[in-house]
């Protein structure tokens, strides 16, 4: 089974309209961190946010938040007023203990989000 | 510049053929990661090096070996390429000292395999 799961495999809006991306996680540990990265389309990985498991704290940036909720597993991501240049594929990480004491992030499959003017 | 570094950035060899990516980081970080994307796949782990004299197997290392021939320098190799590890593959570093598992990606390198 995944430990990351983005169900979303493509997102398709129109400018100025909001979009949320959704990431299921599944862990046993409880110290664990949680990212998001987005891939543009010229293919760097760029980190957005990261959170760990002891705060749940939602987090606001400019038009992006995030929803985090252990309750139901789930660190969401939301863009409000979407524009093109947000278009990009997003990936959400999780970052658990493993043998030895390392942290080693596992990716979502990601979400392609495609903002049309 | 870059601080994680990758060469080449895009290659394109044929099947049978010995490939080595390369990586090189002037981070500092002690550990270094490969990774696989493909599309609608995600990243996945290749192999990864905590440090000079540790290497560690990742999720799907069949037909990839590594070295690490120094703190900043990690390649991945292809021993004999085959046209299903065509793929967009990353070099990461992180830092035991800062959050765990934060990864600092170089711009990628692309292969072809045909």
């Known amino acids: 089974a995944q430990k990351v799961t983005q169900a979303q495999t493509e997102i398709s809006v129109v400018e100025k309209e909001d979009v949320t991306l959704d990431c299921v996680y599944e862990?046993?540990?409880?110290?664990?961190?949680l990212f998001w990265y987005k891939q543009p389309p010229s293919g760097e990985l760029v980190f957005l946010i990261r959170?760990?498991?002891?705060?749940?704290q939602n987090e606001i940036s400019g038009r992006y938040s995030w929803n985090f909720q252990k309750s139901t597993s789930s660190f969401n991501f939301t863009i409000t007023a979407s524009q093109v240049v947000d278009s990009a594929v997003y990936f959400c990480?999780?970052?658990?203990?493993?043998?030895?004491?390392?942290?080693?992030?596992?990716f979502g499959r990601g979400t392609s989000l495609i903002v049309h003017p | 510049d870059a601080d994680v570094t990758q060469t080449p950035r895009n290659r394109i060899t044929k099947t049978g053929k010995r490939i080595m990516l390369e990586c090189s980081q002037t981070?500092?970080?002690?550990?270094m990661y490969w990774y696989r994307q493909d599309p609608g796949l995600g990243l996945r782990l290749i192999y990864y090096?905590?440090?000079?004299?540790?290497?560690n197997k990742g999720e799907i290392s069949d037909g990839y070996s590594v070295s690490r021939q120094a703190q900043a320098k990690f390649s991945l190799s292809l021993e004999s390429a085959i046209p299903n590890q065509t793929a967009l593959y990353f070099c990461?570093?992180?830092?035991?000292?800062?959050?765990?598992?934060?990864?600092?990606f170089g711009e990628g390198s692309r292969l072809t395999v045909l």
């Open positions: 990461a570093t992180s830092d035991l000292q800062t959050v765990p598992g934060e990864l600092f």
């Open positions: 862990t046993r540990d409880t110290t664990y961190y």
């Open positions: 959170r760990n498991s002891f705060d749940e």
């Open positions: 990480a999780l970052s658990e203990a493993r043998t030895g004491g390392s942290y080693i992030p596992t």
């Open positions: 981070k500092g970080h002690d550990r």
């Open positions: 090096s905590f440090d000079v004299k540790d290497i």
